[in-house]
T-cell receptor, first 117, second 110 residues
Framework: DAGITQSPRHKVTETGTPVTLRCHQT?????MYWYRQDPGHGLRLIHY???????DKGEVSDGYSVSRSKTEDFLLTLESATSSQTSVYFC????????????????FGAGSRLTVL | RKEVEQDPGPFNVPEGATVAFNCTYS??????FFWYRQDCRKEPKLLMS???SGNEDGRFTAQLNRASQYISLLIRDSKLSDSATYLC???????????FGTGTQLKVEL
């Protein structure tokens, strides 16, 4: 268990309002990610972080910002939510596949379901 | 052309059947490959990594064909609990370029 908690798990908001999703991890992982999942698109990377205050954009970063002020928390903010940002948002951490594996894999949180009306 | 393509299914199979999924990828420089499983309204979970020599984990076998640029997942003796969506994931370049397929839905029936 990678100890990833996402909050809120469900949120309904109105167009134009700001929204912040929180991802909290308890195992001191360096890399953290935010993805969105939509029908027909698979999981798409929004932003990722490779350390405190170190973040970078993914393929669908427009309209989103992130912050990582401490190792355990990675926040995703929608400054002014739009209906196109209705989606399921997954946070993930990167860790080794196993003790004898050199492969890095992603472990996901339970997801945050956001509806923008 | 999408970077990673999967047949969306659904694949409807009877319990006990053998079923196989393929996933094609477009970037020949892709380095690592994975299969994830996702249950309805849940997060994706790692099923298995895919090694060049192929690998097996119980009823599940994963294969990589670099020449034809596809990976496969074979499930033997399907169980009702295998019903889920199976995501193909490809790593290209540095550790942050992970591309997910849209998934193949499997329904195992009595």
């Amino acid at each position: 268990d990678a100890g990833i908690t996402q909050s809120p798990r469900h949120k309904v908001t109105e167009t134009g309002t700001p929204v912040t999703l929180r991802c909290h991890q308890t195992e001191n992982h360096r890399y953290m990610y935010w993805y969105r999942q939509d029908p027909g698109h698979g999981l798409r990377l929004i932003h990722y972080s490779y350390g405190v205050k170190d973040t970078d954009k993914g393929e669908v970063s427009d309209g989103y910002s992130v912050s990582r002020s401490k190792t355990e928390d990675f926040l995703l903010t929608l400054e002014s939510a739009t209906s196109s940002q209705t989606s399921v948002y997954f946070c993930a951490i990167r860790e080794r596949a196993g003790l004898d594996s050199g492969a890095n894999v992603l472990t996901f949180g339970a997801g945050s379901r956001l509806t923008v009306l | 052309r999408k970077e990673v393509e999967q047949d969306p299914g659904p694949f409807n199979v009877p319990e006990g059947a053998t079923v196989a999924f393929n996933c094609t990828y477009s970037n020949s420089a892709s380095q690592s490959f994975f299969w994830y499983r996702q249950d309805c309204r849940k997060e994706p979970k790692l099923l298995m990594s895919v090694y060049s020599s192929g690998n097996e984990d119980g009823r599940f076998t994963a294969q990589l064909n670099r020449a034809s640029q596809y990976i496969s997942l074979l499930i033997r003796d399907s169980k009702l609990s295998d019903s889920a969506t199976y995501l193909c994931v490809v790593l290209t370049g540095g550790g942050n370029k992970l591309t997910f397929g849209t998934g193949t839905q499997l329904k195992v029936e009595l």
